[in-house]
C-alpha cells in the first residue's frame, strides 16, 4: 500500500526557489486449512501491483528516473555511492557496473564512465512515495555538491529542503535542471504535507552498495561476445 503525503488543510506559505541548471521483513503466518483465504488480498489487478510486487521481491534499488516534467525529491543520503558503468547500445539492458581488473567489456573496447549514485525519496510518482537512486554523471554531481556545502541548502539531506529535478534533450544534448524546494513550500506549490513528509522520512535509510546489481564476470563476458560478433 502507497503512502500518502498530499497536504490537507495547510495554509498556504511564501515561495522560495532557487534554480541551477547542468547537464544529466518476509512474515510468516502458520496456515489454519481450515480458514478460506480472502482470495482479493491474494488476487491483484493493476500495472500498480505489479511494480510493487517487483520491488518485493528484488533486493536492488529501483532506478530514478529523470523526466521533462518537474519531479520532487528529498535527498536521504548527503554522500552519494560511486562506481564506474558501461553502457552498451544493445537490446534489453544497457548499464553494466564495472568489475574493475579482468573486466570482459573493456578488453573489447568498452570505457566505463565514472557514475555517482544518490538515495532519494521520489514523491512525484503517481504510485505513491518511492526511495529510488538516482545515478548521475560527473557533471550533475558536481552541480549537486555545491547545493551540498551551500549553507542555503545543504547539507543534502537536511531537514527541511527538497529539491525539484527534470531534464531536457537526449543523448549528449541532455539538460538536467535542480532547483532546491524549501519545505515550507511543499503544502502551496505540491499539495503535499510536510510535518507528514519529514516523519516518513526519519524513518527512511539510505541505500547501501549492495543495493546497486553487480553483473558477474560471466555475464559480462556473454555481453562482450555480442559486442565482438556485432563488429
Known amino acids: 500500500m502507497s503512502t500518502s503525503l498530499r497536504a490537507s488543510n495547510v495554509p498556504n506559505v511564501d515561495s522560495y526557489t532557487t534554480p541551477a541548471s547542468v547537464e544529466n521483513t518476509e512474515l510468516f503466518v502458520e496456515e489454519d486449512e481450515d480458514t478460506m483465504p480472502n482470495s482479493s488480498s491474494i488476487i491483484q489487478s493493476g500495472w500498480a501491483a505489479v511494480k510493487q510486487a517487483s520491488m518485493k521481491n528484488s533486493k536492488f534499488a529501483t532506478d530514478f528516473k529523470f523526466d521533462e516534467d518537474l519531479q520532487l525529491v528529498k535527498f536521504v543520503s548527503s554522500e552519494p555511492l560511486l562506481f564506474m ?114 516523519e516518513y522520512v526519519k524513518t527512511l535509510k539510505p541505500y547501501t552498495a549492495d543495493a546497486l546489481y553487480l553483473s558477474t564476470k560471466q555475464e559480462l563476458a556473454d555481453i562482450a561476445k555480442e559486442i565482438a560478433s556485432s563488429n
Open 85 to 198: 558503468q558501461h553502457w552498451i547500445n544493445r537490446p534489453g539492458k544497457k548499464s553494466f557496473i564495472s568489475i574493475g581488473e579482468d573486466d570482459p567489456l573493456i578488453a573489447v573496447g568498452s570505457v566505463p564512465s565514472q557514475k555517482f549514485a544518490f538515495t532519494v525519496l521520489n514523491l512525484s510518482d503517481p504510485e505513491g512515495p518511492q526511495l529510488e537512486l538516482m545515478t548521475v554523471g560527473i557533471r550533475l554531481c558536481k552541480q549537486i555538491e555545491k547545493l551540498a556545502s551551500d549553507p542555503k541548502t545543504g547539507p543534502l539531506n537536511r531537514p527541511d529542503m527538497y529539491f525539484a529535478v527534470s531534464k531536457s534533450g537526449t543523448g549528449t544534448k541532455t539538460t538536467h535542471t535542480i532547483v532546491p524546494v524549501k519545505e515550507r513550500d511543499l503544502a502551496e506549490d505540491w499539495d503535499i504535507d510536510p510535518v507528514a513528509t519529514a
